[in-house]
């Protein structure tokens, strides 16, 4: 069964700094796997979408991440945080087969200190 | 284009009661899916229809009811409410059905049971 995993609920980060978000998937074969992000009492916005073509995906807003198969993982990045990037970020699967639905992680809740 | 509507957006109900969500989708968009988002169990799908008719289903009880009509608009119902249904209930909406890297969400029905 496909599952996702944040390893963090909470990242804290100062402006101005790299902002690492981690991400691991587990699935019996190479899933579709995106970020979205949460601004509160907002709805929920694609940031990058992996669908098997380059392994480092560019996003909106400077966000990138990388798929690496051997390590199951897809973390989410950005080289300097901005105060507008606080918010809560899930890592989310696409199931297979016909149901088309997503499976969601826990979320991770950024925070960026002045 | 105007994204995806729900209203109402916050809602106040008790024990026992029903209750009826709505969902606009984006114009031409043919498929809406309802997720509930609480701070335990996170995001999770409840269903997704297509053309008028029920296509896939999450893992909810059958107080969990839900719509489409004509004009693609869908309506998720929730019967003899219970205290663990306050969530955050997320529409979104895609072109077809199964596409669901390329759903838009829209900003959710805040509901509250007391």
């Known amino acids: 069964a496909q599952s996702v995993t944040q390893l963090d609920s909470h990242v804290s980060v100062s402006e101005g700094t790299p902002v690492l978000l981690r991400c691991n998937y587990s699935?019996?074969?190479?899933?579709?796997l995106f970020w979205y992000v949460q601004h509160p009492n907002k709805g929920l916005q694609l940031l990058l979408k992996?669908?098997?073509?380059?392994?480092l995906v560019k996003g909106i807003n400077g966000f990138e991440a990388e798929f690496k198969k051997s390590e199951t993982s897809f973390h989410l990045t950005k080289p300097s945080a901005h105060m507008s990037d606080a918010a809560e970020y899930f890592c989310?699967?696409?199931?297979?087969?016909?149901?088309?639905?997503?499976?969601f992680g826990k979320g991770t809740k950024l925070s960026v200190k002045p | 284009k105007a994204g995806v509507t729900q209203t109402p957006r916050y809602l106040i109900k008790t024990r026992g009661q029903q209750v009826t969500l709505s969902c606009s989708p984006i114009?031409?968009?043919?498929?809406v899916s309802w997720y509930q988002q609480t701070p335990g169990q996170g995001l999770q799908f409840l269903f997704e229809?297509?053309?008028?008719?029920?296509?896939n289903k999450g893992n909810f009880p059958g107080r969990f009811s839900g719509r489409q009509f004509s004009n693609s608009r869908s309506e998720m119902n929730v019967s003899t409410l219970e205290l663990g249904d306050s969530a955050l209930y997320l529409c979104?909406?895609?072109?077809?059905?199964?596409?669901?890297?390329?759903?838009?969400f829209g900003p959710g029905t805040r509901l509250t049971v007391l």
């Open positions: 979104a909406s895609s072109l077809a059905l199964g596409e669901a890297d390329t759903q838009y």
């Open positions: 699935s019996s074969y190479s899933p579709s």
């Open positions: 992996y669908t098997s073509a380059a392994t």
């Open positions: 989310v699967a696409l199931r297979g087969g016909s149901q088309g639905n997503l499976i």
């Open positions: 114009s031409g968009h043919r498929s």
């Open positions: 229809y297509f053309s008028e008719t029920q296509r």
